[in-house]
Structure formats: C-alpha cells, structure tokens
C-alpha cells in the first residue's frame, strides 16, 4: 500500500482580491508536504467585464495559487469555474501522468437552474487507477432554508453526468469529496449562549443544533457523507479584517457555513485486489485571514492505496547535450496501448512550470519525427525554439486525445549558450 496526502480548501472570498501570501493557509511550512491540493473557492469576483477577462487569461486567485506551488513541485493539473464558483486541483510533478480520466462539469441552482450565483462545480479524475470526485458548492443561504439546501445538494448529484461506462454519476466514484459555502447554520440558541461556547471553546454544545448535523439524521443521502468533528471555530460570520463575528446591524449568529465532507463507497464483501483507505488528519478553519467575512476551512487527508497502475502511458527523455547552438533529440517509447494523435506534441518545460500551457516551446511528434522502430520513436527540436539562457527542464507527452500529459523526462540541463560565449570570451583575453 502506497501513502498519500491530500490538502482540501474551501473559502468564500466574497469577491475580495486575493491576500499577498497564502503560505499560511497551504501550511507550506510544515515539513510534510501533501501530494495533492484541491483548492474550492466561492463567490470570486464575476462582474461581468472581470468574468471575461479572468476566462481568458487566469483569474487572479489561480494565478496567486499557481505562483505560490510551482516552485515546490506542483503542477495545476485541472481547473473549472462557474461565475464565483472556482474548483482548482494541483499534484506533485511525479504523479501526473498517473491522474487520468479528467472530466469536470458544474451545475446552476441560482434562479431555479438559470444563474450560476449558486451550484456546484466538480473534478473528477483516476488517480493510480482510483475514481475520485470532488465537488465545490455554494447553496442557498439564510437560516430558514435548510431543506432547501438539501434539496439543491440532491439536485447537483442527480444533474451532474460524465462521459463514461463505470462511474457516470458522482456518487459511483470511490471515493467523493464534497465542500464548499454550504450554509447551514445553528439553530435554536441565542447569540450570547453561541459566543459563549465559542469562547470558551465549548463548540460541542452547539453541535446538536447544527442545521446540516440534523438533516444528516433524517435524509438517507447525506448519511453516506462523514465529517470531521466541528472542533473549531464557526468560520462565518466576519466583520472585514477581524477576528470579530458580525458587529454590523444584521448581526449574523456563528456558524459552521463552510465545510468539508467525504464519502468512500463500501468495500465488497470479498477482498478487494486494489483497497484504498480514507482518514482525516486535520479539520480547521484558519483565523489569521480577514479579506472576507468568512475564515477559510482546511481539511488533511490521509489516502492508502493498492496502485491499480504504475506504468506512464509513454516514456520520453532528452538525448545528447541540449543548448540554443544545436537542434536537439527526444526519443519516447509508447509502454502501454492507448489513443495516439497526430496532434499529440512533446514540450520543453522549465522545472517548477505552473500549468500543461507554461510550456517553453513544442514539437510535434509526427511532424518532427525523424526516426522509428516498433517501440522507439525520434523527434526533434529546432535549436530556433531552444532557450538561450537554458536551464534546468523537463519534456512531457501531451495526448490530445486524452487532453492531458502521460508521459514526464527526468529532468535535465540545457547549457546557457550565453555564459558559455562569457566563459569563452574571459579564456581568450
């Protein structure tokens, strides 16, 4: 059984811009870090002119998210937003091409279906064989609405479909992630007997009344769903750069608005060939953020798994020495059967590149191909398209059939054609 960590946000940032450093919220100091982050964020500034704008080019938030993992080895591997709604999912380098079956899909609830003010977005993918979901939503707010909620919950998994045989529906995954602004709040207790819990720490008090802990006890599907204990403080509602629960007028009581559940179906009753265990090993909101009037939510997982694969789709290294002076060879092997294209291209990538479109430059696999055996292939790469100031990189497959990287080079070092000519200069004087 292999190991793996998984790091889940969830954040309405309630249209603010994004703070300078989120090191804190990503615990980028701790010395264990996951190999997975999924990133759930709610109520992204959409003004129509910026929704534009950010469909085009990255809005600001995967940018600030992008900028700080790429240089520890992260790559966005799958992203999705619907207006405010925004589903980020980044991995370690070294499992990517063992993330397969990507599909995402949103669904709005907002205006009876019409608006995407309100709904879920999700990612679902194969990760070393293993069908995972993961679904962001921001449902209805207001306290008197909670089955409503419920309702809108039930609504999203019956409405979201994906293109395949075995796992069309989100709940046919093996295991499902559900998070987000769900807005459930507490019932029944007065504002200073729910501050005083708080403050005192006494959050169990408060558990009972919770709305989305009491429908769980009557509606059959959100049974299937398991949550950490609320062992924390309620992360709605803020006043703006504050530690302060909501001075203003409407003064809003405390609640556990955002969330983060799982479900992971039944073993079969005979042994499974490929297991995979789920545990929680963290669940907290982080105070020390104050942009919105709500505290982000984190949630440490801990997955345990039988690799159903452990084979790249194709193997791909970098021949000879690589510098701007000279056309460079790849060489890649096809290790196991799947859907070729003459659009798949091989691309030169900085180490620590942020996205499958930071690249450096491509080639084709067809088009430059100047050698073949049954098993081995050769392209090249015009010296033209090869970085003067070289550099540490690394070559990856892309299959535009599969519309994602199935293959990854070790890295390796392409000379700095300009220190070489300083070097040379400095030898002849």
Not at 272 to 285: I, R
Not at 316 to 331: C, H, P, R, Y
């Amino acid at each position: 059984m292999d190991t793996f960590g998984l790091y889940v946000v969830t954040w309405n940032v309630a249209t603010a811009e994004p703070p300078d450093d989120v090191n804190s919220l990503l615990q980028l100091n701790s010395p264990k870090k996951p190999d997975l982050y999924v990133i759930g964020l709610q109520e992204v500034k959409a003004a129509p002119l910026k929704f534009v704008t950010d469909l085009a080019f990255e809005d600001s938030w995967s940018h600030l998210f992008m900028n700080t993992l790429a240089p520890l080895g992260y790559i966005k591997v799958s992203s999705i937003r619907m207006q405010g709604l925004l589903l980020l999912f980044f991995s370690k380098l070294e499992h990517v091409p063992f993330i397969r079956d990507i599909q995402v899909t949103y669904t709005r609830t907002g205006l009876y279906g019409y608006w995407g003010n309100k709904g879920g977005v999700s990612i679902r993918l194969s990760f070393y064989g293993h069908m995972l979901c993961f679904l962001n939503c921001h449902l209805t707010a207001h306290m008197d609405y909670a089955s409503q909620r419920v309702n809108e919950f039930e609504s999203i998994l019956d409405a979201q479909t994906f293109d395949t045989k075995n796992t069309p529906l989100i709940l046919d995954h093996k295991v499902v992630f559900w998070f987000g602004d769900l807005n459930f709040r507490i019932e029944d207790h007065e504002m200073l007997f729910v501050k005083n819990c708080i403050t005192n720490q006494q959050y169990n008090l408060l558990w009972s009344k919770d709305q989305l802990t009491m429908m769980k006890q009557k509606e059959a599907t959100l049974q299937k769903f398991k949550e950490g204990p609320l062992d924390f403080q309620p992360s709605y509602k803020f006043d703006l750069h504050s530690d302060n629960y909501d001075t203003s007028g409407k003064k809003r009581k405390p609640a556990w608005c955002d969330r983060i559940l799982w479900r992971k179906q039944l073993e079969e009753q005979h042994k499974d060939e490929f297991p995979l265990k789920l545990s929680q090993e963290f669940y907290t909101s982080k105070m020390e953020y104050g942009i919105s009037d709500h505290k982000p939510v984190i949630g440490i997982f801990r997955l345990e798994l039988r690799k159903i694969y452990e084979t790249p789709l194709v193997q791909v290294s970098a021949e000879g020495e690589w510098s701007a002076n000279f056309d460079a060879l790849i060489t890649y092997s096809l290790l196991q059967t799947f859907p070729s294209s003459a659009w798949d291209w091989i691309g030169l990538y900085k180490v620590g590149f942020k996205s499958v479109s930071d690249y450096i430059t491509y080639t084709w696999v067809k088009d430059y191909q100047v050698s073949f055996t049954k098993k081995l292939f050769q392209v090249y790469v015009n010296k033209d398209k090869i970085p003067v100031l070289g550099g540490e990189c690394v070559l990856c497959y892309y299959s535009s059939n599969l519309q994602r990287i199935v293959g990854i080079s070790k890295p390796f070092k392409v000379s700095n054609i300009l220190l070489l000519y300083f070097i040379l200069m400095l030898v002849d004087k």
